[in-house]
């Protein structure tokens, strides 16, 4: 198979139950996929499995897509609902999260320099800024958090934004205006 | 244009999303406000210190195990030919029970308290609580004991007693 075909053809072939242009679809989304979930729970584990649920989530819903909009905008949309609902059942168990929050960055952290090549300060210094900067993003209220990891990780459009998150154009500016403003205030004594 | 315009547009300057009239308009204020230049200097500092955020690497066996997951069968509270039965009746079945929930209490209340143990007509104590609660809880102590000592010794006026 067309290992190059576009998303929305691969979505024709898996509603016929073709398995072969599913493995293609999750190969060529998995990481964004990940990475967005990652960085929207801060939870590498939990991440991977909210990953997974996305795609088995594709696969059940792709006799009833339609292509209207792209491909990526459809499949973050999956992805943002489930890591809503995720937040929403995980404020019960907090506690337990913010502990394997730390214990994941540490891990990922490890896992940048797998080649095992910079000093211990470089790990260290790299760990700390790491949960800086992942705790300024947890601490960003959902939606701000949402449209600010889209728009600097996935580098998506105000309008794809707004069609994921489901508000207008001008609430994914100011979103982002609070979400910025709040980061610039948070990693003020952030040094490089 | 003002500066207090300028930096309500620079997240949105920053992000290429303003029309290129404005876009053109910002950034010839930028070259010449070195504040509103400052301010945007900020903005690109945090949004730069935001790309240090490492990437997760992707699983290499991640589809093998998604297939594993997807093969395994869904958990079930009810035997599949029950399942969809029970779906349907669900809300019915939470109304009802609630229903009947209301109805028990509102029995149980008017039963205990008209003729069962709550009732409030004809009350009955044991022997040593109608003492506690009655006037025979002043009765005079018996002399010599300690109680009766007390009570001498707070209503002592240094008259004898008649």
């Given at each position: 198979m067309d290992l190059l075909l576009p998303s929305e053809e691969l979505m024709a072939r898996i509603a016929e139950g073709d398995e072969d242009a599913f493995e293609i679809l999750v190969n060529r989304h998995q990481t964004s996929v990940l990475n967005l979930i990652y960085r929207f729970i801060g939870d590498r584990t939990q991440a991977k499995d909210l990953a997974q649920e996305v795609f088995v989530r594709v696969w059940q819903a792709a006799k009833s897509y339609?292509?209207?909009?792209k491909f990526t905008t459809w499949i973050y949309k999956i992805t943002t609902n489930l890591c809503l609902n995720e937040i929403k059942s995980a404020s019960r168990r907090r506690w337990f999260l913010f502990h394997r929050s730390d214990e994941d960055s540490e891990k990922s952290i490890e896992e940048t320099f797998s080649d095992g090549s910079p000093t211990a300060e470089d790990l260290l210094l790299s760990k700390e800024r790491t949960r800086q900067i992942s705790e300024a993003l947890q601490s960003l209220p959902e939606n701000q958090r949402m449209a600010l990891i889209l728009r600097r990780y996935?580098?998506?459009s105000y309008q794809e934004i707004a069609q994921i998150i489901g508000c207008s154009v001008s609430a994914v500016e100011s979103l982002l205006v609070r979400a910025k403003r709040t980061l610039q205030e948070k990693l003020k004594n952030y040094e490089e | 244009m003002k500066c207090h315009n300028v930096q309500k547009k620079l997240s949105a300057y920053q992000d290429r999303e303003l029309e290129l009239r404005e876009q053109e308009q910002v950034t010839s204020h930028l070259l010449s406000c070195r504040t509103c230049r400052e301010q945007y200097a900020e903005l690109e500092r945090v949004w730069q210190t935001l790309g240090e955020l490492p990437e997760v690497q992707a699983d290499p066996f991640f589809y093998q195990r998604l297939t594993k997951k997807m093969e395994e069968p869904p958990k079930r509270l009810f035997l599949p030919v029950f399942e969809g039965f029970f779906q349907r009746l669900r809300v019915p079945v939470y109304a009802s029970i609630l229903f009947i929930g209301i109805l028990v209490g509102t029995y149980l209340g008017n039963f205990l308290t008209r003729d069962?143990?709550?009732?409030?007509?004809h009350v009955s104590h044991p022997e040593e609580m109608t003492d506690f609660i009655?006037?025979?809880?002043?009765?005079p102590l018996p002399p010599g004991t300690l109680g009766d000592g007390y009570v001498r010794m707070v209503s002592y006026t240094g008259k004898e007693p008649r």
């Open positions: 339609e292509p209207k909009a996935d580098d998506l | 069962g143990l709550f009732r409030t007509n009655s006037l025979r809880a002043f009765d």
